[in-house]
T-cell receptor, first 111, second 115 residues
Framework: TQLLEQSPQFLSIQEGENLTVYCNSSSVFSSLQWYRQEPGEGPVLLVTVVTGGEVKKLKRLTFQFGDARKDSSLHITAAQPGDTGLYLCAGDNAGTYKYIFGTGTRLKVLA | NAGVMQNPRHLVRRRGQEARLRCSPMKGHSHVYWYRQLPEEGLKFMVYLQKENIIDESGMPKERFSAEFPKEGPSILRIQQVVRGDSAAYFC?????????????FGEGSRLTVL
């Protein structure tokens, strides 16, 4: 069974601080996606990374895919209250039909 | 272009009743996925369907759960004889092409509460 472990599980920080969220697995993924989910809503895709070592930036968010395509990180610079939410990573493996979701990191940014 | 539409958004059932959750994918999407999310947890894959076909149901419980995606109309996730453990948010997603080829678009979910 492929598992994606995310850490930390919960994170509460002050506005303006930086943070990094990790997504780790013992399995290799063809691609990995990061989603943000707000209460009462469905997940919304932030980014997809497909190449080992790839780094993508989305404003204050930086995503990295590990060289071996088993792990990924999400770094947020100068966090804002609007960044509050549940961050989920999801990976897919070639030849399978399901995206495996991580356990999630619940982020709260305090004003 | 409307997104993935799920209904009902909230559903309350008593133990032993049936729950039917509906999902209309984005226009032009013929690939539908159902996920279940328990409180404070990530999403767990249940089933992947294309029009009139179940492609992968490896995440579906063997009993009481079924899914369909008919030629016409929405995809339906059906839970018979619900139990309290079925209480969860059920999310539907759709994609334009097969898995691994593009983005998954999620609906807002259907929240089932079993009393």
């Amino acid at each position: 069974t492929q598992l994606l472990e995310q850490s930390p599980q919960f994170l509460s920080i002050q506005e303006g601080e930086n943070l990094t969220v990790y997504c780790n697995s013992s399995s290799v993924f063809s691609s990995l996606q990061w989603y943000r989910q707000e209460p009462g809503e469905g997940p919304v895709l932030l980014v997809t990374v497909v190449t080992g070592g790839e780094v993508k930036k989305l404003k204050r968010l930086t995503f990295q895919f590990g060289d071996a395509r088993k792990d990924s990180s999400l770094h947020i610079t100068a966090a804002q209250p609007g960044d509050t939410g549940l961050y989920l990573c999801a990976g897919d493996n070639a030849g399978t039909y399901k995206y495996i979701f991580g356990t999630g990191t619940r982020l709260k940014v305090l004003a | 272009n409307a997104g993935v539409m799920q209904n009902p958004r909230h559903l309350v059932r008593r133990r032993g009743q049936e729950a039917r959750l509906r999902c209309s994918p984005m226009k032009g999407h013929s690939h539908v996925y159902w996920y279940r999310q328990l409180p404070e947890e990530g999403l767990k894959f249940m089933v992947y369907l294309q029009k009139e076909n179940i492609i992968d149901e490896s995440g579906m419980p063997k009993e009481r759960f079924s899914a369909e995606f008919p030629k016409e109309g929405p995809s339906i996730l059906r839970i018979q004889q619900v139990v309290r453990g079925d209480s969860a948010a059920y999310f539907c997603a759709s994609s334009l092409g097969p898995p691994n080829t593009g983005e998954l678009f999620f609906g807002e979910g259907s929240r089932l509460t079993v009393l």
